[in-house]
């Protein structure tokens, strides 16, 4: 047979291949088990953001473009696949509650704020999905590092203002492994400047955990049943690297 588009001779094997499998459902259950399994999505960057007015309104922060993963609307059993990784998550936290996998997906927050509101939102409700979360990343674009950026005294001075915020994160999210913090270019050491705020850093985390005046870490603490709270590493990258690492 004749190519129509080129002219040439067809390939008589690729002809011979019908366009679409027909046969999947005459599989073995474990086969289709396994191809589901390796449908399944790579890790997700769930971007959770907001804005001021929107915020002051009450309407709390959102998660921006997120598409949900496919196998969860192709068929029954491919549901059933990939709920088995994946859960309603976040429905207190945010406006529209996303499917979140704890294993692999990353909670990308657009600023210390928006980790703030992320909770403010809850009213100190508890979710066992918050207990779950392995990864964050937070965003420092925003932040002021003054005109030299490789001014020691002006990273630390940013790194101080976001201390707090990751104590928070710490305290309330309570199992998490690892906090990236974004920063805008690879000339700027965050990571020696946040070093030196470490140890404050710590101690807010303690204060905070250990606080019977706060409902969310007292329920915090007899939900996870843990007294002193995990804190987790704290790195720092760029934009780009954080992109190439989870996606």
Known sequence: MVDLATGMPGNPLRESIPPTFTNFANLPPEIRSQIWEYALPNPRIIHIKGNIRELN???GCFADSLDHPVLLHACHESRTIALTH????FEPHLRHPVYFDPSQDV???QNDNILNDFFERSKGSITSEVTTVKFIAIDLIRLDFGPEPD???SLFLSMMAVTSALA???TRFGNLQEIVLLKPCSEWDLQNSFSCACDIYKENVRRNYSDDEDLYARKRREFLRDDEGNIPITTTTTVEDFWNRFS
């Open 151 to 153: 001014c020691v005294i």
């Open 86 to 89: 994946y859960r309603c998550a």
């Open 168 to 170: 928070t994160a710490v």
């Open 107 to 109: 909670l990308l927050m």
């Open 57 to 59: 309104e009450g309407k």
